[in-house]
């Protein structure tokens, strides 16, 4: 047996709190109470940690990754918080210079022209004079649509597919053709950086991620190798539980997705239902507000829905889709309410999934509710996108202030996790907390405590793996846990309406840190999954 003692902080736990110190033995968690008692479990214990009033809390989930994604973009060219077209192309440019032959097409990522005063979307032609004819992937921030150079349209042949534009701008077929091309990687240099993204993720608290996987962003494969990867408690890395966006008729063809990819959780995740605001491709009820012409399109109709939902659940698999606009969610919805009326008790008892569902309305969530369906959120796109004179609003207008419904979400009780949408948001559980305490809709605003556990316990209960205890600290939990260096102050305002971050362990509530300031964010000194660090600056 093995075991730890964290002592002398503060200890995140509803089960005592007035603990100051943790015992773990074997991974789970079999002790919490007063330093003067810990000074007695220290003497047998293998490590000993000196807290020094720092914060133990449970480690993040992130409930919505894309890994392979992530650690391209890590390595890319990131474009996000450039104010224009003409810089982004500068940086196109600058980093051409640097590109060797054996490098593979330039990789880009994170341009958004709803915040450059001139709109208007980079081309093709721009690209190759910027760079001399190089291949050129530049993603927008959504990762739903890129604009190519003229040298990777020609390699990719995207040309003659649906989807393709002639300034470059590539949307639906030809961004998939091009996205698998930009990513054509060698074994060893995929293993190399996706080691190092999840490393990345356990340096933020993260304990474990749900990857989104599909044709077009990572191979069966490359999941299969994601998933074996992580799956020890002694791998040293965050857990990826793995999710592949395949649509199915029958439960033989889940089942036959599911035997290549051993440990798979569901067939769920990036299945789309339709695209993103951003590139206006979300299906909306009524057209984008800055282009009448167009009101996106749906990817799948509620005929293909059920069906999949059908022969997934009939495998004991999760099924789930990403749904952003509101038509999509009606889709989504009509087609999961049809597939319980023969299928009901199964479906709940699996938990299937929506992911992103950005416009739900109310009769959207009483339709969900007793189908025992999740919801798969992203705070930090309100943060992002949600301000007034935002994306949101210049794409939707007023339909902008019924977007990330949070509260009323909570207030239905339907099971919630938060994640980032990795490399779309960035990977940073604290901002996610932060994004839904301070959601740009006011009354759409869910307290820190609500945040912070759709944040932990929200991802193990959305993957159906929460029966240990896992996204709590409790005796008998897996310790799955993060350390943290913070402040404790409320940020209770009358104005706003914001419940407070406790600092009164007489109140019962656990304290947590204050997400006040934007720029200053709790620094993570130990990650532990199941007791065994796999991020330790207290070395």
Known sequence: MTSIVLRGGIIHSPADPFAEAVLVDDGVVTWIGANDTADG?????????????ALVAP?????????????????????????????????VAARSRTLRAQDGPLLAHG??????????RPTAQELDAATGGAAVYAARADLHCAVV?????????????????????VTGEAHLAARALARTLSPEARDRLVLSALQAAAAQGVVSVH??????IDSREGLASLIALTASDDSGLPLVVGYRGELVRTADEAREIADQIPGLRGLAGDLNVDGSIGARTAALRAPYSDAPGTSGSLSLDADQVRDHVLAVTEAGLQAG???????????????????????????????????????????????????????????GFDAAWGAPGGLYEARLGERATQMHRLAAIASAGVPTAFGSDAPVTALAPWAAVRGAVFHHTVDQRISARAAFRASTRGGWRLAGMDHTGAGEIRVGAPAHLAVWRAEQVTVQSEASGLSSWSTD????????????????????????RAGRPVYDALG
């Not at 992130?62 to 500068?90: K, N, P």
């Not at 341009?111 to 208007?120: L, N, T, Y």
């Not at 990857?211 to 077009?216: F, H, I, R, T, V």
């Open 41 to 53: 479990l220290a003497a047998r214990a293998d490590r000993v940690v000196e807290l020094d009033g």
């Open 59 to 91: 480690g993040f989930v992130d409930a919505h990754v894309h890994v392979l994604e992530e650690a391209l973009a890590r390595a890319g060219l990131d474009l996000d918080g450039l104010g224009s077209r003409a810089a982004t192309i500068d940086a």
């Open 111 to 120: 341009w958004d022209e709803s915040v450059w005063d001139d709109a208007r």
């Open 149 to 169: 150079s003229s040298r990777l349209a020609d390699l990719a042949n995207l040309r003659s597919l649906p989807g393709w534009r002639e300034d470059g701008f």
């Open 211 to 216: 990857e989104a996987s599909a044709p077009g």
């Open 321 to 379: 889709f990403h749904v952003i606009g509101d038509l999509a969610m009606d889709t989504a919805v009509a087609g999961l309410v049809a597939a319980a009326e023969t299928s009901r008790s199964a479906m709940r008892r699996l938990g299937h999934r929506l992911e992103h569902a950005l416009m739900l309305d109310d009769a959207a969530l009483q339709a969900l509710v007793p189908l025992g369906v999740g919801l798969s959120m992203q705070p």
């Open 505 to 528: 362990a007489r109140s019962g509530t656990p304290l947590l840190p204050d997400l006040t300031d934007p720029e200053t964010y709790p620094e993570c000194v130990m990650t532990l």
